[in-house]
């Protein structure tokens, strides 16, 4: 797929307010819910309305949204609010009602990113649609079926287009309930400068402290919007009840964001650098915690040897790791003398922590 301007369109036609803000429940559990969000929102600089009407649930006897009744309440909350409503969709028999029902945005879910067959299935019940359609990142963190989402429904016709980054799920235990590994929006965005990117940042985090650094993040990233899940009394929420935040918490949030705004040719700059040096700072970021990894095992290794009474220093490994990351390194434009200096040093501390295990009573 080759980057595409017309993708971009309905952002800049529709004039929202920059970043563009989606906001509501999880998912819409009573009418009265739905619009008592839905008016704390309205005069605030949020321009679409969220709510999830089906809801895919990780584990079965969950709560699994409303159904069809609650498109009835975005209908009303439409007509009250003025607000643009977005829903998720995850076949063809919620594109049919979405659009009966005059939803703005679409959006595919994370589960449902994962399956081609369910993406076709949707572009196919949306082919030639003039609604917006927003493609979530599928839950693995996968580059390419993330844009073979866009490319369905592009193929089928469908050019307001745009993607939602939610982060990926891991194995590993860490703050994020999907980690972010923000190096794939940026690769996106880098490829794609054209397809609105938007962050969600309620499910990258799974609880509310951490909204207000990841929605900066994306912003200090060049994101284009944001989508935060918003609810008049979250700890009573039917799902995502941890991450989910009040009308009032999310106009402090959007009023504490540093927004950089492009008013002239310095203020471009300076943009450009601030993005550049977000991009480095998460970079480096994932150099720290990777070197933390590291060592964590060369402690094992140290555990290990210190069972078997082996040596510490085991020069024909080290000259094998060296040789072979030379190579690699000059690949990717480092030098020999920096790849040499960098794993002399990152070796060293790996013996340093091995010498205290061995040594350890
Ligand atoms: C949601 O937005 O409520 C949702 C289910 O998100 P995701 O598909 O990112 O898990
Ligand atoms: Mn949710």
Redesign the pocket.
């Known amino acids: 797929m080759e980057n595409k301007k017309e993708m971009r369109n309905w952002l800049d036609e529709l004039k929202l307010i920059h970043p563009l803000v989606i906001a509501g429940p999880?998912s819409a559990e009573t009418e009265d819910q739905v619009l008592k969000i839905a008016h704390d929102l309205k005069d605030t600089d949020v321009s679409v309305y969220r709510a999830?009407i089906w809801?895919?649930r990780t584990r079965p006897g969950m709560f699994e949204g409303v159904g069809a009744i609650g498109l009835k309440w975005l209908e009303k909350v439409k007509k009250e609010t003025g607000l643009l409503i977005a829903i998720?969709v995850a076949n063809a028999s919620h594109v049919k009602l979405a659009l009966e029902y005059d939803i703005d945005i679409l959006w595919i879910?994370?589960?449902s990113t994962v399956s081609p067959f369910i993406v076709q299935e949707i572009a196919d019940a949306l082919n030639g649609t003039e609604k917006i359609v927003l493609v979530?990142n599928p839950v693995n963190p996968d580059l390419s079926l993330w844009l073979g989402g866009i490319e369905r429904l592009y193929t089928a016709n469908i050019k307001k287009l745009g993607v939602i980054h939610?982060g990926f799920s891991t194995y590993e235990k860490s703050k994020y309930r999907n980690n972010p590994e923000w190096q794939l929006p940026i690769e996106l965005q880098n490829r794609f400068p054209d397809l609105p990117l938007i962050c969600?940042p309620s499910?990258i985090a799974g609880r509310r402290d951490i909204l207000q650094d990841i929605s900066q993040t994306a912003l200090d990233l060049n994101f284009d919007g944001l989508m935060i899940e918003t609810h008049i009394d979250p700890d009573n929420a039917w799902s995502?009840a941890a991450q989910q935040i009040t009308p009032k918490t999310l106009v402090q949030l959007m009023d504490d964001l540093k927004i950089r705004k492009v008013t002239n040719e310095e203020a471009d700059y300076k943009n450009k650098l601030n993005t550049l040096r977000t991009q480095i700072d998460v970079i480096d970021h994932g150099l720290l915690d990777n070197l933390g990894k590291r060592m964590k095992v060369a402690i094992e290794i140290g555990g290990l040897k210190k069972l078997k009474n082996v040596a510490v220093l085991q020069t024909k490994r080290w000259n094998e790791i060296l040789g072979k990351m030379i190579l690699e390194g000059e690949q990717k434009g480092l030098s020999e003398e920096f790849v040499l200096r960098m794993f002399k040093a990152i070796h060293q501390e790996s013996i340093n922590h091995q010498e205290k295990v061995i040594n350890s009573k």
């Open positions: 999880c999830g809801k895919p998720e879910g994370a589960r979530k939610r969600d499910h995502d």
